[in-house]
């Protein structure tokens, strides 16, 4: 709820009516502090009251939705400050600029086949941002249907000219998809299309007092789904201002409670990618930048997958027996953990070696090997007990295994523990197409 026990007694009827289950007020107000009654059991409580109450349960970072139908991505409501206090929720939205000068319906058409897997899940670029640098209506009206044409994702409209956002609306207000942005010179004009037409909207100042002034406005006059854009196009002032808008809204200062986007302005490749890291790492709801290439998209969404994890829980793969390929009783065997990365890069280079293979994954409740050797949860007993539990026994006409060459050590207790042979595999997974060369 974010407010005491006492700060919440202090706004209640303090009657002792009981009513609302329990004898006094302040039973009640510990009550809801503690989030085991809710506000609408108390007949008695004013409408300010109400207000107020309503106002300190909600969330310190407001909950926008972008998009439409299945491509929707949620930004905001986050709790922390520091990731390894609880875990981060809502996933930076990754948008991907096009210009209206250019040839949008090759780019959305490659932008939407742009999907990736890695450690058994899959992600793609979230929202296309059309960017109105014609500068002429017509062309941004036609470059966003352009768009339409080709995917579904989220639109991200960027232009400061009300008279063009109208028209790219007049086709898109549907698809949901973030204004971008209303300014000083124009925020009536812009704040009035996100509230007719239900869409975010972004509010852009010349600093962060002036985006958060323009933002308590732009709430002020209905527009309630809003993203903070410091205006900063500089690297070091934006993480600056990025992190100033966290910080600030999580003591719930006004103005500040909304997610913050970001834009890169690098040019050169790796220097997009490192910016938008930066961007990721520090807050941003949103980051837009030009970078089309998957070999620089690929490495900025592994990094948000893993800065979106719950640093709690490792990522895991349901342990068991896998078969790769068409597997056969004389296909080799390889054991490794239920950590996804390593389970995955084992898997992807058994699949390279291009021999039909079992893999055991056995559980070390995720975590990798040689911390799972460690932990005593990735030794010769635990393997053996996963070769009786998966019935490998039945599927192979060998007895043997092969086992990361980093816990070579466990061989003697694996084979004395299981009666299977332990064959030391590399210790390195990229090694395994070599060893499988030179063994089977
Ligand atoms: Fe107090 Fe309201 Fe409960 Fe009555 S119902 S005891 S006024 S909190």
Sequence with gaps: MGLTGLQIFK????????????????????ALANAKASLDQCPYVSDEAKEQLDAAAA?????????????????????????????????????????????????????????????GLTFYTDALAIVNASGDAGKFKAAVEAAMGKTDRILVLCSEDADAMAAALDAAADRKPLICSATAANFDKMVELATSKG????????????TVELAQKAAAAGAKDL???????????????????????????????????????????MD???????????????????????????????????????????IAVEPGLKEVGDVTPDSPVYTT????????????????????????????????????FAAGKFTGETIAAAIKETGLEDKVNHRNIVIP????????KLEDASGWKALVGPREASGIPKFVRENF
């Excluded at 966290?246 to 103005?255: D, E, I, M, P």
């Excluded at 709801?285 to 948000?304: F, K, M, N, V, Y």
Aim: charge should be negative; charged fraction near 25%.
């Design 337 to 372: 953990t239920n950590f996804s990365l390593t389970y995955y890069i084992v898997e992807g280079e058994v699949e390279a070696s291009k021999k039909p293979s079992y893999i055991l994954a056995v559980d070390t409740d995720g975590i990798s090997v040689l911390t799972g």
């Design 227 to 269: 993203v903070l854009d410091s205006g900063s196009r500089q690297p070091s002032q934006t993480v600056a201002d990025l992190t100033q808008i966290r910080r600030n809204a999580l003591k719930r200062t006004k103005g500040f409670g909304f997610p913050a986007m970001a834009v890169v302005t690098s040019e050169g490749d």
């Design 59 to 119: 969330p310190p970072i407001r909950k926008v939705t972008l998009g439409a139908g299945e491509f929707t991505r949620a930004m905001g409501d986050e709790t922390e400050l520091f990731r390894h206090d609880k875990r981060f929720f809502n996933e930076t939205v990754v948008a991907v600029m096009v210009d209206d000068t250019e040839d949008v319906a090759a780019k959305a058409e490659a932008f939407d086949k742009k999907v990736y897997e890695r450690v």
């Design 199 to 210: 869409c975010p909207l972004a509010v852009k100042g010349a600093d962060i007092a002036e």
């Design 272 to 314: 997009q990618v490192v910016e938008a890291v930066s961007y990721m790492s520090n807050y941003a709801a949103l980051i837009a930048l030009r970078a089309d290439d998957d070999a620089l998209l690929l490495p900025l969404l592994s990094w948000r997958q893993n800065l979106y994890t719950d640093p709690q829980k490792p």
């Design 11 to 30: 706004l209640l009827p303090k009657t002792n009516c009981g009513e609302c289950g329990v004898p006094t007020c302040m039973a009640f107000a510990m």
């Design 405 to 412: 060459g980093g816990v070579a050590v466990i061989s003697g």
